[in-house]
């Protein structure tokens, strides 16, 4: 079945990756690296990038580091990708503030979760969502990441919140798809895949399109899976999904995709460090080896292995 592609799409794109933030060894941002991260990412048919989300290790970036990397998204790509702008927050004021920089930088949307930590009610939920995107004046994609949150947006929250002109989109990662297919057919939200490991099937039953921890290195593949379900094409879906299975495995599902996205980058020579700021921690020997079993099952060939991986002992 062709599907035709909400409008979206044009605002927030198909093929998003949520960008992970290139440090120096020190752990200071480096620009040179998201320059070059950027680069990578347009040469791969990603099409958006989700700035200082959850893979963009948000908790512990300063405001002045996020203001930076929006900036470097908008300078780089020159409109070519959507600058998609975390501002997830558990303190309302302070998601308005977040949400008039990234305006002010560039951004051409935003990314709100739930407030974590606070476990609000949903009244609450949806009174946090609607400050902080009336405040930045841009299209908003809520994120729902109860993992991380400490509380889901219910149904009927999304529901409500898809009635407001500048609530677009959906990034769940919550998983379960029953509900995305009934809010999907309830409400005009585009919906996009949070997780992974379910692109497919969240493509197969609607979904606009992947916001993806695995695109930084493979976004190219994710472009494939996306045309062949828009197609019909399941047969050659099921055929990219399968081989991105030890890859996603490897990045998800090892420690933290923050951590194994950046390592894998460096395995392949796009940045020269795979520092993480501290709670994280940097990948261990094993984890390491299993990503090279990875990279080299999913027939991605590593570049350089002069650059700086840091070593955590097992």
């Known amino acids: 079945m062709i599907t035709t592609p909400s409008p979206a799409s044009t605002i927030f794109g198909t093929n998003l990756v949520a960008m992970a933030t290139p440090m120096h060894p020190d752990r200071s941002l480096d ?33 002045h580091d996020i203001t930076e990397l929006i900036r470097s998204a908008r300078d780089h790509s020159d409109h070519a990708l959507r600058v998609v702008a975390g501002v997830g927050t558990n303190d309302t004021s302070t998601g308005i503030e977040m949400a008039l920089s990234a305006t002010a930088a560039g951004a051409d949307a935003l990314l709100i979760t739930a407030p974590y930590y606070s476990r609000p009610t949903q009244a609450g939920i949806a009174e946090h969502v609607v400050a902080i995107a009336e405040a930045g004046g841009l299209p908003v994609m809520i994120y729902d990441v109860p993992a991380r949150t400490g509380v889901a947006v219910e149904a009927s929250t999304l529901i409500e919140l898809s009635r407001h002109p500048l609530i677009g989109a959906v990034k769940d990662a919550k998983g379960d798809l029953y509900e995305a297919m009934t809010v999907m057919s309830s409400t005009d939200l585009a919906y996009y895949c949070g997780i992974d ?27 494939d899976l996306i045309a062949a ?12 999904q399968r081989s991105l299975l030890p890859l996603t495995d490897a990045i998800m599902r090892t420690t933290q995709g923050a951590i194994m996205a950046k390592a894998a980058l460096v395995r392949i020579g796009v940045i020269s460090d795979a520092a993480v700021r501290r709670p994280l921690l940097e990948s261990s020997a094993a984890d390491l080896r299993r990503l090279d079993a990875a990279l080299r099952a999913t027939g991605i060939e590593q570049e350089s292995r002069s650059m700086h991986v840091p070593v955590r002992l097992a």
């Open 229 to 240: 379900v828009s197609i019909g094409n399941l047969d050659r879906a099921n055929a990219v």
């Open 31 to 63: 620009l040179a690296g998201v320059d070059a991260l950027l680069t990578h990412l347009s040469a791969t048919r990603c099409d958006g990038v989700v700035i200082a989300g959850t893979t963009g290790e948000a908790p512990t970036l300063t405001s």
């Open 197 to 223: 490991e379910l692109a497919l099937p969240y493509l197969a039953s609607g979904a606009t399109g992947l916001v993806s921890v695995t695109g930084n290195v493979v976004a190219d593949r994710y472009a």
